[in-house]
């Protein structure tokens, strides 16, 4: 898989300036955007979510054990803690996130480890979890070898009929876009997890439009980031226009699913133990 390409991105520095504790969903989220259209990006995370979480955990979800690998700003931290759930954990490589969240939800765990690094200890291996989440946090990941031991990780971590649920952006090829972003093609990650005895369950495409999908092409992806980032510093200026475009294109995502259409962008994957029934 590997590419040649820079994988000399200081994970833990990056992430330790970028997410600042108390900070809004933009710091995490899409970052041109601002906090009103994330509130969008985020609903319709949750929204998949939930679709997924009906379909492949039998548990109420109160009663669900969750890793949160990269739980970030906290967004579903407070998610999982508004739901009821009791068992929760979560992993960043940010010691300035696991020290806000832990003063915030003073009932969960929280650990700071960069799940890249090899598990000396087994540190997550003692207690299954029914489910275990990497949201938005293997594009970032830009060594192929530091990928598949967090890839590991997260295989190690969940119990016999629990799943692993990633939230990424696919390409159509794996290529680096810059510093701190790779991203990786579906083969990819099918090809990882299945390494790991892990077999692609269910998936979700999240956006069409909403955020920008990507073309392969760095010119072309560029090109969108740039116009998106424009776009972005109108939309932070008002924050009711912020909200009707967020709307406009979540309702054109909408058709869009509902005709079939399909782009490179945002996913739900979910994978799980081979044989384990999809209500399982
Ligand atoms: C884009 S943010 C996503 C945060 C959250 N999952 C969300 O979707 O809102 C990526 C998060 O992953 C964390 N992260 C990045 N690399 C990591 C690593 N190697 N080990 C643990 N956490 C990491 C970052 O500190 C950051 O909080």
């Not at 995490?28 to 379909?55: A, D, K």
């Not at 906290?74 to 020290?99: C, E, H, K």
């Not at 990424?168 to 579906?186: A, G, I, K, T």
């Not at 005895?197 to 740039?226: I, K, M, N, Q």
Request: one cysteine or more; a negative charge; hydrophobic letters at 40%.
């Amino acid at each position: 898989m590997s590419d040649g390409s820079d994988n000399t991105f200081d994970a833990g520095a990056y992430w330790q300036e970028r997410v600042v504790s108390g900070a809004d969903l933009s710091v995490v989220g899409h970052r041109s955007m601002g906090p009103v259209y994330n509130t969008h990006i985020y609903e319709r995370r949750i929204e998949v979510l939930e679709q997924m979480l009906s379909r492949h955990t039998s548990k109420a979800i109160q009663d669900l054990r969750v890793l949160d690998i990269g739980c970030g700003s906290g967004f579903y931290t407070g998610y999982w803690s508004a739901r009821g759930v009791r068992d929760y954990v979560g992993v960043d490589i940010s010691p300035a996130t696991v020290q806000h969240l832990a003063e915030k939800f003073p009932t969960y765990e929280f650990i700071n480890r960069d799940m890249t690094e090899p598990d000396g200890d087994g540190f997550l291996v003692d207690e299954p979890f029914d489910v275990v989440t990497v949201f938005d946090v293997f594009y970032h990941i830009v060594d192929d070898d530091r990928f598949t031991r967090a890839v590991d990780h997260a295989a190690k971590a969940i119990a016999a009929t629990g799943c692993v649920l990633v939230m990424d952006q696919l390409c159509p090829e794996r290529y680096q876009l810059s510093r701190h972003v790779v991203y990786r093609c579906r083969a990819d990650y099918l090809a990882t997890f299945s390494a790991r005895d892990l077999e692609l369950a269910d998936d979700e495409l999240l956006f069409h439009y909403l955020v920008p999908p990507l073309s392969g092409s760095r010119v072309v992806d560029l090109s969108a980031a740039t116009v998106f980032k424009a776009a972005g510093f109108v939309l932070r200026l008002s924050g009711s226009l912020a909200a009707r475009s967020a709307a406009a294109l979540r309702r054109f995502d909408a058709r869009q699913r509902q005709q079939g259409r399909r782009v490179s962008n945002s996913e739900m994957l979910v994978f799980k133990r081979p044989g384990v029934s999809a209500d399982a």
